[in-house]
């Protein structure tokens, strides 16, 4: 193997640039030039590529966001519009190429590995919402989890001023992770997330208890991919009368300069990339199972997804703010 490329997309998470960094310089390490797609499969459309050099990452694994930009590009299902981005990377003579995204992301590699023999693809998961199957984690949740736990150790201070409920709605689309790891970091009494029926009466009823308990305040964690939390706040005062007050922390989730442990998984995960397509491999996408480096194929990634809830974390999260 003796050109790669690689490319950031869909949304953008705390920790792309590490990865990035790590593709390029594993690959030079082993005497492989690297390409960088810029604006994702958006510019693999547009021939938007240049070579990155040693230097070309300097200085960028502390960043948030991704230097080589991202985007979201619907038109790269249709396999004619796919042609002309297959065309792209074999001009350049580019026999493999790391897609740095989430599972549409994958999608995308995994059509260009189908429709070309001679190009090798590997997916890093890079997401906030944590919901790539065959990794424990995805790059950028731990650093939108830290974020989350610091605005809410700030909401808490109002809250309790005020003596009010709040209700936190959190990204994830539609996994309840950031929710969830949120909802026991922060003592939420009550996490409401997709992958579990929560009653709003008994939600009401928990807040009731704790004002009458003589509690200050509450925190009740909403994931978008559940309800808003502006619906959650309707659906509330139909059972009990208080002051509430919902705040949606929106992209701010998505940006920071990444945590040290989204920089060591993209570090990993990134290198990891590379001694696969170096392996022979393609159409796999890496990721960090039980803190074993691991590939698993597309199909297996699409097929099992939403497979990783840990119940048992939300069952103690339950327990603990009884
Ligand atoms: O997938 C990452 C994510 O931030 C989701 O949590 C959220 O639902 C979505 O992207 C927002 O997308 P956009 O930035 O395109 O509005």
Redesign the pocket.
């Known amino acids: 193997m003796k050109k790669i490329a690689v490319l950031t997309s869909?949304?953008d998470s705390p920790g792309m640039n590490a990865a990035v960094r790590a593709v390029t310089r594993k690959a030079i390490y082993n005497n492989i030039e690297v390409y960088g797609v810029y604006q994702g499969y958006q510019g693999l459309l547009n021939d938007n590529i240049e070579k990155l050099e040693l230097g070309s990452v300097g200085d960028t694994i502390q960043r948030g966001g991704t230097f080589l930009y991202s985007a979201?590009c619907p038109e790269f299902k249709d396999a004619d519009v796919r042609k002309k981005g297959i065309e792209n990377l074999r001009k350049r003579d580019i026999e493999g190429l790391v897609v740095i995204g989430?599972d549409g992301s994958y999608r995308g590699a995994q059509r260009i590995s189908e429709e070309c023999k001679e190009i090798q693809t590997i997916g890093v998961p890079g997401?906030?919402?944590n919901d790539i199957n065959g990794s424990d984690f995805t790059i950028g949740f731990d650093t939108a989890l830290n974020t989350i736990i610091d605005s809410v150790d700030k909401i808490r201070d109002t809250a309790s001023s005020h003596a009010r409920t709040f209700i936190i709605e959190v990204?994830?689309?539609d996994c309840g992770d950031l929710a969830l790891w949120a909802g026991l970091s922060v003592g939420a009494e009550t996490i409401i997330l997709p992958e579990v029926n929560v009653d709003i009466k008994d939600v009401a009823e928990k807040i009731d208890n704790g004002i009458k308990r003589g509690k200050k305040h509450s925190i009740v964690m909403v994931a978008?991919g559940c309800m808003s939390g502006e619906a959650c706040a309707k659906e509330l005062s139909k059972y009990i009368n208080i002051d509430t007050r919902v705040s949606v922390l929106g992209?701010i989730q998505?940006g920071g300069s990444p945590s040290g442990a989204d920089r060591v998984l993209a570090s990993r995960l990134g290198g990891h990339a590379v001694e696969l397509l170096l392996s022979g491999k393609t159409a796999v996408g890496v990721g960090i199972m039980n803190n074993e480096l691991t590939d698993t194929p597309f199909d297996e990634i699409f097929n099992a997804k939403n497979q990783k809830f840990e119940h048992s974390i939300y069952n103690l999260a339950k327990e603990l703010s009884i």
Do not use: N
């Open positions: 869909g949304g979201r989430g997401t906030i919402d990204m994830g689309r978008e992209h998505r």
